[in-house]
Antibody, heavy 123, light 109 residues
Framework: EVQLVESGGGLVQPGRSLRLSCAAS????????MHWVRQAPGKGLEWVSG????????GYADSVKGRFTISRDNAKNSLYLQMNSLRAEDTALYYC????????????????WGQGTLVTVSS | QSALTQPPSASGSPGQSVTISCTGT?????????VSWYQQHPGKAPKLMIY???KRPSGVPDRFSGSKSGNTASLTVSGLQAEDEADYYC?????????FGGGTKLTVL
């Protein structure tokens, strides 16, 4: 059974940093691209970032480029999102999602999602 | 990176069909056959319903179908059932990024 478990969320002040983690199990992690998708309270889905199976291809939404860094550790079956210079508008539930292919295009869809970890940016 | 355009709401009676549109540009929906659709029930994680415009993952009922014409993709739900009431999101590859639609709340009357 595929499982994606996010952690690392919490309350943080504007301008500070936070690192999210996603522990994957139930599939061959290094065969697939992975993504972070967020959802602000009561709002729609927003793609944040994606990374290929070997970290060779990475993409970011304009809203987080230069502030967020995605990474993965295939030996630990883990995905990460380093979030710096956090803003109030970054407040959201952050989902880790598995791509159906090894390239982060979501071409084959995001076929498995975690339950999310909540990030609240507030003073 | 503009969001894809979806109608905020759609509705239909049980047994009827409803179609949700998703309009983008030639840089996303029109440029790639990489459109996906997701269903999200309140308080739950999204679920993949359609990928590569019209393919259904294993376990998704064939009442759900997808299509695309130019810069607009569509999701059709046939034989509406009460459990289909949910939010639906389209997404598309946009060349190094992925973009989602704003979401459509489907109500089964």
């Amino acid at each position: 059974e595929v499982q994606l478990v996010e952690s690392g969320g919490g309350l943080v002040q504007p301008g500070r940093s936070l690192r999210l983690s996603c522990a994957a199990s139930g599939f061959t992690f290094d065969d697939y691209a992975m993504h972070w998708v967020r959802q602000a309270p009561g709002k729609g889905l927003e793609w944040v970032s994606g990374i290929s199976w070997n970290s060779g291809s990475i993409g970011y939404a304009d809203s987080v480029k230069g502030r967020f860094t995605i990474s993965r550790d295939n030996a630990k079956n883990s995905l990460y999102l380093q979030m710096n210079s956090l803003r109030a508008e970054d407040t959201a539930l952050y989902y880790c999602a598995k791509d159906g292919s090894d390239f982060p295009s979501a071409a084959a869809g995001l076929d498995y999602w975690g339950q999310g970890t909540l990030v609240t940016v507030s003073s | 990176q503009s969001a894809l355009t979806q109608p905020p709401s759609a509705s239909g009676s049980p047994g009827q069909s409803v179609t949700i549109s998703c309009t983008g540009t030639s840089s996303d929906v029109g440029g790639y056959n990489y459109v996906s659709w997701y269903q999200q029930h309140p308080g739950k994680a999204p679920k993949l319903m359609i990928y590569e415009v019209s393919k259904r993952p294993s376990g998704v009922p064939d009442r759900f179908s997808g299509s695309k014409s130019g810069n607009t993709a569509s999701l059709t739900v046939s034989g509406l059932q009460a459990e289909d009431e949910a939010d639906y999101y389209c997404s598309s590859y946009a060349g190094s990024t992925v973009v989602f639609g704003g979401g459509t709340k489907l109500t089964v009357l």
